[in-house]
């Protein structure tokens, strides 16, 4: 997964690399809580939280922290979702690559980086065996 945000945040472009095939997503609203979800994920990874348990985040903090209600983080998780499942047809269950649990929810990707601008903001690459 390859994150490619604007310097002020509003631009969120996804591009992903799965078995030498580039899928772009191209921008999308739904691309920065996706792109959030990762930033939870690598910060876990970085505390050494193990793999399994990496990148949960309630519900709520999500409403805190992107400073949106509920309904639209609902509304941009099941795009996402969807968007996963339409366009990554060669992965099996690709629209768990946002996992949901009872008022939480987490990115799954174990690969991915981060691009604020041309900087590397975050980047993870998880090999689990």
């Not at 939870?40 to 990874?45: I, L, N, S």
Request: charged content about 30%; proline content about 1%.
């Amino acid at each position: 997964f390859l994150f490619n945000l604007s310097l002020d945040e509003e631009t969120t472009e996804l591009k992903i690399n799965h078995d030498d095939k580039d899928i772009d997503l191209q921008v999308r609203s739904h691309h920065y809580l996706t792109l959030n979800l990762a930033r939870y994920r690598a910060e876990d990874e970085r505390r050494g939280v193990p793999f399994e348990d990496q990148g949960w985040v309630n519900t709520e903090q999500l409403v805190k922290d992107l400073g949106v209600d509920i309904r639209y983080i609902n509304i941009q998780i099941h795009r996402a979702r969807k968007q996963f499942a339409e366009d990554i047809k060669h992965v099996y269950d690709a629209e768990n690559i946002i996992e949901r649990q009872l008022r939480k929810v987490r990115f799954t990707g174990a690969a991915f980086a981060i691009y604020k601008g041309s900087q590397l903001e975050s980047a993870l690459n998880v090999v689990n065996s």
